[in-house]
């Protein structure tokens, strides 16, 4: 809710340094789960800009939990209801 502890609205969305310790792709060597990634282009918030993207994907490999490459979709990921079942699939195929 807005107005409990220091909330994310409160940051300059464009200073990098302000967003460093809520980076999400920091949290990725604790999951210990399988990661993966469907990303279209435009993306719901950031427009054509995947750059968080690629992050989240590189921190995954780097922790070794990416179960597949990042392929960037060329629309909105509502545009590909078929590309979710093949991703689940990869996931439980390298969780089990």
Do not use: K, N
């Not at 809520?22 to 469907?38: G, V």
């Not at 070794?64 to 195929?93: K, N, S």
């Amino acid at each position: 809710p807005r107005g409990r502890g220091p909330q994310p609205w409160h940051r300059d969305p464009w200073d990098d340094a302000a967003w460093t310790g809520l980076e999400p792709w920091r949290l990725l060597p604790e999951l210990r789960r399988p990661y993966i990634r469907l990303q279209g282009r435009p993306d719901h918030v950031h427009g054509e800009v995947t750059r968080h993207a690629e992050r989240m994907a590189r921190a995954a490999a780097e922790a070794g939990i990416l179960a597949a490459p990042l392929a960037v979709l060329p629309g909105p990921l509502h545009a590909f209801p078929e590309a979710l079942p093949g991703a689940l699939d990869r996931l439980t195929r390298r969780w089990s």
